[in-house]
């Protein structure tokens, strides 16, 4: 009886364990896909912001425009005032010059007026010497007469072509000042408008960096679960490979060969991060994902997907410890982060599809034992999903 219990209770927590890994699977799906969805929302916030600043680049080119424009109304408002003030000068000279010979010429008349009788032709006539005398007295009596009456017209000319002057320029001085009163009111516009945007600028940055924030922690909850899958799954295969050494059972066949002569390069299939953009777990900058990350024990197998020519067997940068096999017709396979000691292969070396070529490692760019596998068209990286399933 107490046997039946025993194994009732390892069937039990199996399932359980069995259940909550599926579950963070699950997990682990779902939070990729919040990340897929904040990075789109990211993408759009950042879109946004670059709409607004262009926006207010445009908006402080006018201000500068305008300021311009307002300096140079300024300046010729100056201009005018004074162009105006010294016609005016003009202006009053000219009607003081008139003032002064109307009054010259009102004492002239009063005078001739009082002495109306001595002015007469007749008395004119008496008391010249002769005929000669008497036309040219007479003649300098009308001429200092039609003298002044010349000057006046002259001065009264004079007079009318400074107000026209005067007119005009203050109509050029009211045109001007209207000009600087458009100008002031779009100025006071454009600051409002100015002032619009940084707020809305300002909220897209906090709005981006509210983004970012939710995506860090959402890429360090699924580093967390990840962390798990790879313990569990480590685990599993030491479980694996103990149980396998005790009964003396041999290793698993070679993965099998699709009919387009592909294989899929590791034992598992737990992707957990695809091709794609992404936010780098290093680098901490969204670029582009050129493979799929398997997880799985460090020293686990790493098969060739595809048989080929080894281009490249070597530390490679971020790829850590990497090979790089050449399948002909533009196609390249990539086998990233191997462990240290765990190349296999030799540039030059010719592979068969499912031949081991190296081992699970983390080295290089790397957050932890996995496969880093992509495949390049022509040397463009592609979904290696549409090659091996």
């Known amino acids: 009886m107490k046997k039946i219990y025993s194994v009732f209770a390892l069937i039990l927590v199996f399932s359980v364990t069995s259940m909550g890994f599926a579950t963070i699977y699950d997990k682990k799906d ?52 004074k162009e105006l003030e010294k016609v005016q000068k003009e202006l009053e000279k000219a009607l003081e010059k008139i003032k002064v010979q109307e009054e010259n010429f009102a004492k002239r008349i009063r005078a001739m007026y009082d002495n109306e009788e001595n002015n007469s032709t007749l008395q004119i006539f008496i008391a010249s010497r002769d005929l000669s005398d008497f036309m040219n007295r007479l003649d300098f009596s009308q001429s200092i007469a039609e003298q002044d009456q010349s000057i006046l017209n002259k001065l009264k000319i004079e007079k009318e072509k400074i107000k026209k002057l005067k007119d005009s320029v203050t109509a050029k001085l009211n045109k001007i000042k209207k000009l600087k009163a458009e100008l002031e009111a779009s100025k006071k516009e454009l600051i409002a408008v100015k002032k619009e945007l940084d707020r809305r600028n300002a909220e897209l940055e906090t709005e981006k960096n509210k983004i970012k924030k939710e995506i860090a922690q959402k890429e360090s909850d699924k580093n967390d679960i990840i962390a798990e899958i790879r313990a569990y799954e480590a685990k599993k295969a030491a479980e694996a490979a103990a149980k396998a050494n005790q009964q003396g059972i041999a290793t698993p066949s070679q993965p099998v060969i699709s009919s387009g002569g592909w294989v899929w390069p590791i034992a598992s299939r ?71 000691g765990g190349l296999l292969v030799r540039p030059g070396q010719k592979v068969k599809a499912g031949q081991q070529i190296s081992k699970v490692g983390s080295t290089g760019y790397s957050t932890g034992n996995h496969l880093h596998f992509s495949v390049m068209v022509n040397n463009n990286f592609v979904n290696p999903l549409n090659y091996v399933r």
């Open 30 to 81: 779902e939070i990729n896909k919040e990340i897929s969805e904040k990075e789109d929302k990211l993408k759009q916030t950042v879109k946004a912001k670059e709409k607004v600043e262009k926006s207010i680049a445009v908006v402080a080119q006018r201000q500068y425009d305008l300021e311009k424009k307002i300096k140079e109304n300024q300046a010729e408002l100056s201009k005018t005032e």
């Open 270 to 340: 737990n992707i957990t991060s695809y091709f794609g953009r992404r936010l780098h777990p290093i680098l901490g900058y969204y670029r582009l994902h050129d493979g799929v990350d398997i997880p799985q024990a460090a020293g686990t197998p790493i098969y060739a997907a595809k048989s080929g020519v080894v281009v490249l067997a070597k530390y490679y940068g971020g790829y850590g410890n990497c090979v790089i096999i050449d399948h002909g017709d533009g196609i390249k396979t990539l086998y990233a982060h191997a462990i240290n």
